[in-house]
């Protein structure tokens, strides 16, 4: 029996970014496909087999220990980044402000997919939802550059709105315009 149900749920690429140096900028550059390999997308500064741990894994690793990497992309959805824009007085929050690898639309909740559902593309691709990105302030910077006052609102307003992180399972390449399919893990909610 297999372990991950495809569901009727899809959404569509409508953006696909590269951030070259985070420490430069988290500002992402938008482009109309990218590679995706077992590293995540070539040259982007979110890719590589592993990563050093930072504050989101501190309770499991020191800081800057290596681990593996499952924060290669960082997807959002055009439903919440409308929502996240008009709580910080946007007309419009653009995907580069916050660093998304992807964004979709069409896939309720997303924020709170269950972690490790799977994205597939057109030609088989896949990336596996690790968990729900939460808002940090590398955003904030870069809204705040170019809308004095909106930046920081951005942590709070982004709460439970920012998507999620995701590593690629299966390589193959995206394109803007790509139906994107939902699959979720066939297990019931953790009951403690």
């Known amino acids: 029996m297999p372990a991950l149900k495809p569901t009727e749920i899809t959404g569509e690429v409508v953006w696909i970014g590269h951030v070259p140096d985070r420490d430069a900028s988290l500002k992402s ?3 109309t496909e990218a590679e995706l390999t077992f590293a995540g997308i070539p040259g982007e500064e979110h890719g590589g ?6 504050s989101r894994v501190v309770s499991q690793h020191p800081r800057g220990t290596e681990i593996r990497n ?3 992309l960082s997807v959002t ?8 824009a008009a709580e910080i007085g ?3 929050l653009e995907p580069a402000y916050v660093g998304a690898s992807l964004v979709v639309k069409g896939i309720p909740d997303f924020t709170h997919l269950p ?4 994205l597939q593309f057109p030609d088989g691709s896949v990336i596996v ?3 729900e990105n ?6 904030a910077k870069v809204i705040e550059n170019d809308f004095p006052g909106a930046g920081r609102k951005f942590k709070a307003a982004a709460e439970n709105k920012r998507g999620v992180t995701a590593w690629v399972e299966r390589e193959g390449r995206v394109k803007v315009g790509d139906t994107v399919r939902l699959h979720v893990p066939d297990q019931r909610a953790w009951q403690p």
Not at 49 to 54: A, M
């Open 29 to 31: 550059s938008g482009q």
């Open 77 to 84: 959805s055009t439903e919440e980044l409308a929502e996240i």
């Open 115 to 118: 972690p490790s559902s799977r």
């Open 129 to 131: 939802v690790d968990m």
């Open 134 to 139: 939460r808002p940090c302030n590398l955003p």
């Open 70 to 72: 499952v924060r290669q």
């Open 49 to 54: 087999l592993t990563r050093p741990s930072c």
């Open 90 to 92: 946007l007309e419009q």
